[in-house]
C-alpha cells in the first residue's frame, strides 16, 4: 500500500500541476478544504489507480473518460438529489441560502441536475479535461414545461455526451468506452445506453411511478442550447411570451456563448413592448436587434418592431454583454392599443423616439 499511495501522489503531481505544489500527506489524502479542489483529487486519484492496474497503459483520452466517468458517478451520489428533495421538504431555507454555492452544497452533499452540471464542469477545469454544459427545454407527456442540464466532454476531437444527474452514458459497442457517443448520436438512437444503479434513478424507474427520467431525449418539442448559448422559440400565449422554465435573457454573459430567441406564431409584423429588468456587460457598443431595426439596451419598458420568424438577439462590439427580460408584450393591433391605453403608448413612442436619436451615433460610428 505504500508503494501505491507514493506512487499515486507522484502521478497526481506528474499528471495534474493543480495538486503539484501542495504536502504531500494534503495531497495524498485530498484533505483541501475547497470541496470542489478536494473531490477533483479524488477523482484523480481513482484514475491513476485505474492506469496502475493496467501497467500504465491508458491514452490520455482513456483517461480523461475515466475522470468524466468518476466525476459523473461521485457528484450524482455525493450531491443527491434525493437528499435534496429533502432538504427542501423539511427546510426550505438552507436549501435557498446555498444555491448559488455549488462548492457548498457539493460539501454538505445535496443537488439537482443544475447544480450537477456547474460542479462536474468545475471539476473538470480543474482536472484539465474540456467539457461545456448543455440544456434541455422541453414539455413533458403531462404538457408541462420542463428542463434538464447536463454536459458534454470533449473526448480526442468529439464532443461525447454525459448525463450526470441520471449516471448515463452512451455507448456505441457495449462496454467500450472508447466509443462514447455524443448527443446528436444519442437522439438519433444509435447507441446503447449504460447506467448505473443510483437509488434516485431507480426510484424514478419503479414500477408503481409512471414516467421516464430520460424523457427530455425524446420530447417534441425539443430545444437543446450548448454553453448556455444558441436559438430559443418563445411561444406566445395571449399577446404575451411564455417564458415558463425557459431562460430570460438575450445576449453573452463572461462565461457563455450568445443566446437570442425568437417567438411563436407571430402572424405579421407588429409593435412590441420588451421590458428590460437588468443587464450585464459594458454593453457601451451593443444594441437589441430584431429584423426590423436597432434599439438601445434600455432598463424598463421600450418599443420594438418584431416580425414573424425574425430573432430578437443582442449585436455589438462588446465581449460580453446581456439584457434580462421581465416580459415582452405584442401589439398585433395598434389602433385598438392606442384607444385602451393612449397614455401608455404615446409615452412608449415618444421614448422609442429619443433612445433611437440617442443610439444612432453608435451605430454610425
Request: charged fraction near 20%; proline fraction near 4%; glycine fraction near 8%.
Amino acid at each position: 500500500m505504500k508503494v501505491l499511495g507514493g506512487f499515486l501522489g507522484f502521478c497526481i503531481s506528474v499528471f495534474n500541476p493543480v495538486f503539484a505544489n501542495e504536502l504531500s500527506e494534503t495531497r495524498l489524502f485530498c484533505q483541501y478544504k475547497d470541496a470542489f479542489k478536494q473531490h477533483a483529487c479524488l477523482i484523480e486519484h481513482a484514475v491513476q489507480g485505474i492506469n496502475y492496474s493496467l501497467n500504465n497503459t491508458l491514452s490520455r483520452n482513456e483517461m480523461d473518460i475515466y475522470r468524466a466517468l468518476e466525476a459523473m458517478n461521485l457528484i450524482q451520489n455525493i450531491a443527491g438529489s434525493g437528499r435534496y428533495n429533502y432538504l427542501t421538504l423539511t427546510s426550505e431555507k438552507s436549501v435557498a441560502l446555498s444555491m448559488n454555492e455549488q462548492s457548498l452544497m457539493l460539501k454538505r452533499g445535496y443537488g439537482i441536475c443544475g447544480n450537477h452540471q456547474v460542479m462536474f464542469l468545475q471539476i473538470m477545469e480543474l482536472l484539465k479535461v474540456k467539457a461545456r454544459p448543455v440544456d434541455f427545454y422541453y414539455t413533458d407527456i403531462n404538457g408541462q414545461s420542463c428542463n434538464h442540464a447536463a454536459a458534454e466532454v470533449k473526448i480526442g476531437k468529439k464532443w461525447r455526451y454525459f448525463d450526470i444527474t441520471w449516471g448515463s452514458i452512451w455507448v456505441k459497442e457495449k462496454n467500450n468506452l472508447s466509443t462514447l457517443l455524443s448527443l446528436e448520436d444519442v437522439l438519433d438512437k444509435k447507441g446503447k445506453r449504460m447506467s448505473g444503479l443510483n437509488s434516485w434513478y431507480l426510484h424514478f424507474t419503479y414500477p408503481r411511478l409512471v414516467g421516464d427520467p430520460l424523457e427530455y431525449l425524446t420530447a417534441k418539442p425539443l430545444q437543446i442550447l450548448r454553453n448556455k448559448g444558441g436559438l430559443l422559440t418563445v411561444p406566445v400565449v395571449n399577446n404575451q411570451a411564455a417564458f415558463d422554465g425557459l431562460p430570460k435573457y438575450i445576449g453573452k454573459t463572461s462565461s457563455s456563448s450568445p443566446l437570442s430567441m425568437k417567438f411563436k406564431d407571430i402572424p405579421h409584423s407588429m409593435e412590441a413592448i420588451i421590458d428590460v429588468q437588468g443587464k450585464g456587460g459594458l454593453c457601451t457598443k451593443s444594441a437589441i436587434e430584431t429584423a426590423s431595426g436597432h434599439y438601445a439596451i434600455q432598463l424598463g419598458k421600450s418599443l420594438i418592431q418584431v416580425a414573424p420568424g425574425s430573432e430578437l438577439a443582442i449585436k455589438g462590439d462588446d465581449a460580453y454583454c446581456y439584457a434580462v427580460i421581465n416580459n415582452v408584450e405584442f401589439i398585433p393591433d395598434r389602433d385598438s392599443y392606442l384607444q385602451a391605453k393612449p397614455l401608455s403608448y404615446a409615452a412608449l413612442k415618444l421614448m422609442a423616439y429619443v433612445n433611437d436619436y440617442a443610439y444612432k451615433p453608435t451605430r454610425s460610428g
